[in-house]
Nanobody, 122 residues
Framework: QVQLGESGGGLVEAGGSLRLSCAAS????????MAWHRQVPGKQRELVAA???????NHADCVKGRFTISRDNAKNTVYLQMNSLKPEDTAVYYC????????????????WGQGTQVTVAS
């Protein structure tokens, strides 16, 4: 299995910064997309940012200019640099990797981490 583990969450004051990391373990041939999602109680999980192997990125409008996603393919790791944090950014953040575990036979994967809590005090 492809297992993901997030780290870097915590409690910060409004205007502060955090850097989340997510690393994959297990047999992996290629990771095509790495993404960060977040979820608050009573709401649906929402996409925060995504990055392709070709380094094309997509950031949700509410985090543009504040959050930056990046990846290290050699380490099978994705990062989310979060600056100018706001109380409304408080959520559990989940990483998500989509890719190919093997090509013979073809074995694709779509794995999620357990989540890391980010709390921004007002």
């Amino acid at each position: 299995q492809v297992q993901l583990g997030e780290s870097g969450g915590g409690l910060v004051e409004a205007g502060g910064s955090l850097r989340l990391s997510c690393a994959a373990s297990g047999s992996i041939f290629r990771i095509n997309v790495m993404a960060w999602h977040r979820q608050v109680p009573g709401k649906q999980r929402e996409l925060v940012a995504a990055i392709t192997r070709g380094v094309n990125t997509n950031h949700a409008d509410c985090v543009k200019g504040r959050f930056t996603i990046s990846r290290d393919n050699a380490k099978n790791t994705v990062y989310l640099q979060m600056n100018s944090l706001k109380p409304e950014d408080t959520a559990v953040y989940y990483c998500n990797f989509v890719g190919v575990r093997s090509t013979i036979p073809m074995n694709k994967f779509d794995s999620w981490g357990q989540g890391t809590q980010v709390t921004v005090a007002s």
